[in-house]
């Protein structure tokens, strides 16, 4: 059974750190692009980040680059999102997604996992 579970969220003060986890079982992670998106209260989903399948060649939305970074531990099937200097328009459900085997924008049929909600207030 293919399973993306997510963790590490939490309250954080504005300008505090953050990183977010994404354990995937049940798939080869190694061979899929994966996706970090996030979906803020009454609003849409909205992709972050993706990362490709050896980590090296990474993505990011304007409003998180410089301040979010994407990783990936493929001897473990983890993912994670380091996020530094969060602001409180950064609070939303963050979720993993897994992509294709190839390149491509963010898709709302991508496999997520449940989420982690992340709180950024004072």
């Known amino acids: 059974q293919e399973r993306l579970v997510e963790s590490g969220g939490g309250l954080v003060q504005p300008g505090g750190s953050l990183r977010l986890s994404c354990a995937a079982s049940?798939?080869?992670?190694?061979?899929?692009?994966m996706y970090w998106v996030r979906q803020a209260p009454g609003k849409g989903l909205e992709w972050v980040s993706h990362i490709d399948t050896g980590g090296g060649v990474t993505y990011y939305a304007d409003s998180v680059k410089g301040r979010f970074a994407i990783s990936r531990d493929n001897a473990k099937n983890t993912l994670y999102l380091q996020m530094n200097s969060l602001k409180p328009e950064d609070t939303a459900l963050y979720y993993c997604?897994?992509?294709?085997?190839?390149?491509?924008?963010?898709?709302?049929?991508?496999?997520r996992g449940q989420g982690t909600q992340v709180t950024v207030s004072s």
């Open positions: 049940g798939f080869t992670f190694k061979r899929y692009w």
């Open positions: 997604a897994r992509g294709e085997l190839y390149a491509s924008a963010y898709e709302p049929w991508f496999k």
